[in-house]
């Protein structure tokens, strides 16, 4: 009996529903015949709002759109105005050098001859990069190892919330402490001793007395990417399942060995990610790096040496180009780097998410 | 071979809660032993206690003795030593997801250093076939990731691993309670197979299985053991009313 009743209750109810459009959609509905109470009349005196409802739902795809809108117009500019350099040196424009006419030496980067090619750039946003994740990425693990699997639980906020606290700190900000405390103490007491006793790699020269320079620029860069490398490799360690932890160690592992093969070995994809992000944020970093790198458009082997990055080095001529070639050839590194950190960001993202949203391959 | 394991004075704490309290037990060698009650009853507990697991959870604290054979676990040895001569295989299965078949079956003995090669395909081998596993996987020991099989074979591959380092003592902590129905009996038949060998204590929500493994059982209720037994006077003629009423079904 009850079955049978179902479908005679839902043709009733669809016949009291008015037609889409029609006139009587607009007009509250006021077929019950029995009394209304006052709530019910105020609600039914409500009309439906499709119009504000479709307007919202336009205005927030315009908001989400607008970040493609963004990116394309950065773009656009960049390749336009980069269009000159690129018609005049075409690829040669990433490696090529030129002789100097008066001095027989080779110029990558020569405004006033015309002559210009990035390499010196590509090669110090490299170096500096690599440096700093040299130094940044073991000190990132080791912060995350302690903060996920040791750390005391009172301990554990204050120091997630004071390296992440690093990041919030201004780029200029890191630069001055650079020049005023990092540069001196490299000056005085590493330099000398850097010299001293690997100078014969080649990979310290001598000749640079200000310490300024692609390690300078390393450092700062490792202590700026320092706290998204830890926090995203914190983030990753713990989405390790702790049935993973727990099967190492019901296998008698220590301490030790339940970190390297039940976390750090489930997690390692995704502290690639994190490296990789670091990589892409020490690829972009402009101000503090130039204010220590020392803004030389030569490449020197040794690490002591003074160099640009290409984010440096646009950031240090851009005011001052000496024409339109050479703010196009300016314009054409920034589109060189705006590619380069997309995809390097990318990429990086990417990994990530396969930890922290379960990789394809994962059973939990 | 299996040694016996004898617990006495055992309590248990989570923080301030008290979930075992002055257990007594002696769980012979070479036997099955189930341990049943309701949810939240600390046989889960109990176990984790004979391979000093619960005290990876800081809040946990013990105290009385447990021995297994002559080893007093908690005043003669460390952790890592007793993990080492007890293994244990969880609710779910949890192989490691970034190594192979092979590798995951000899991850104890890798990890404690043994690197003999042509030993370790042997144990990898024999492992895998007690734990009738060997016959779905030998072609693909070393390409298919342990994440790659299905529940019931990821727990068999659990077991084995388990298996590889020759325990003495295996603790299955509700081992079928995550597995299908077919993957549950192959399950069951193998605890069969392996308690000639080794002392096995197998926690189980589901009273039909204890009743077709365990020689012996006992039922936990509160934290406390009611009653322990063999298998058949537990399921047939319990002493105690509410070991009755529990297997009865009035409760639990």
């Known amino acids: ?364 | 071979m299996g040694v016996g394991i004898e617990v006495t004075n055992l309590n248990a704490w989570y923080g301030t809660n008290h979930t075992l309290q002055e257990i007594n037990l002696k769980i012979p060698a070479n036997h099955a032993t189930a341990l049943i009650g309701p949810s939240g009853c600390g046989k889960s507990t109990f176990v984790r206690c004979i391979n000093r697991m619960h005290e990876t959870n800081p809040i946990a604290r013990v105290t009385g003795t447990v021995r297994i054979g002559d080893l007093d676990i908690y005043e003669d040895a460390k952790p890592v030593e007793i993990r080492r001569r007890v293994g244990m295989v969880f609710q779910r299965p949890n192989p490691f997801p970034t190594m192979s078949i092979y590798d995951n079956v000899a991850a104890g003995l890798k990890l404690n250093g043994y690197s003999n090669r042509h030993e370790l395909d042997e144990i990898v081998e024999k492992s895998l076939k007690n734990s009738a596993l060997w016959d779905e996987v030998k072609d693909d020991l070393r390409k298919k990731s342990g994440a790659s099989l299905s529940g019931g074979q990821q727990q068999r591959l659990c077991i084995a691993r388990a298996l590889a380092v020759d325990p003495e003592v295996l603790l299955m902590d509700e081992p079928a309670s995550a597995l299908d129905p077919v993957s549950t009996s192959k399950i069951e038949d193998l605890i069969f197979q392996l308690k000639s060998q080794y002392t096995i204590v197998i926690v189980t929500h589901n009273m039909q299985q204890a009743a077709r493994v365990a020689e012996n059982t006992g039922f936990f209720l509160n934290g406390r053991m009611v009653e322990f037994d063999s298998t058949h006077k537990i399921f047939t003629n319990p002493s105690d009313k509410r070991t009755e009423d529990y297997i009865t079904g009035r409760f639990g």
Not at chain 1, 188 to 205: A, D, S
Not at chain 1, 259 to 268: C, F, P, Q, T
Not at chain 1, 283 to 308: C, F, K, P, Q, Y
Not at chain 1, 330 to 345: K, P, S
């Open chain 1, 1 to 364: 009996m009850v079955i049978a009743q179902v479908p005679e209750i839902r043709i009733h109810q669809s016949q009291l529903l008015p037609a889409p459009g029609s006139p009587e959609e607009k007009r509250p509905a006021k077929a019950v015949s029995r009394e209304i109470s006052a709530i019910r009349a105020f609600l039914l005196s409500r009309g439906n709002s499709a119009m504000a409802d479709r307007g919202f739902h336009g205005l927030m795809v315009l908001c989400a759109l607008s970040i493609f809108g963004i990116v394309a117009l950065i773009a656009t500019e960049l390749v336009l105005r980069s269009k000159m350099a690129w018609g005049q040196f075409g690829l040669d424009f990433f490696y090529k050098a030129y002789l100097d006419t008066y001095t027989g030496q080779p110029m990558y980067w020569d405004p006033v001859n015309g002559h210009f090619s990035a390499l010196p750039f590509l090669y110090g946003t490299l170096v500096s990069s690599f440096l700093a994740l040299l130094m940044a990425v073991p000190l990132a693990i080791g912060i995350a190892v302690f903060l996920t699997e040791m750390c005391p639980r009172w301990l554990r906020a204050p120091l997630a919330f004071t390296t992440e606290l690093l990041a919030a700190i201004p780029s200029v900000i890191y630069g001055l402490w650079a020049v005023f405390v990092l540069v001196p103490l490299l000056r005085e007491h590493v330099n000398p001793w850097l010299i001293k006793g690997l100078g014969w790699t080649g990979f310290f020269g001598d000749d640079n007395p200000t310490g300024l320079g692609f390690l300078a620029a390393g450092v700062i860069l490792a202590i700026m990417i320092l706290p998204i490398v830890s926090s995203l490799t914190r983030e990753v360690m713990l989405a390790v399942p702790h049935s993973q932890r727990e099967a190492v160690l019901a296998l008698g592992a220590t301490r030790w060995e339940m970190i390297r093969m039940g976390v750090l070995r489930n997690a390692r994809i995704g502290i690639v990610g994190a490296v990789i992000l670091g990589l892409g944020r020490a690829l972009g970093e402009t101000m503090a790096v130039t204010m220590v790198i020392g803004n030389s458009s030569e490449i020197h082997r040794s690490l002591l040496a003074n160099g640009s990055t290409m984010a440096s080095v646009i950031a240090n001529q851009f005011a001052e180009a000496s024409g339109d070639l050479h703010l196009s050839a300016l314009m054409e590194i920034g589109l060189a780097l705006f590619i380069v950190t997309i995809i390097v960001n990318a990429f990086a993202r990417l990994l990530v998410w396969m930890v922290t949203r379960g990789a394809p391959s994962s059973t939990h």
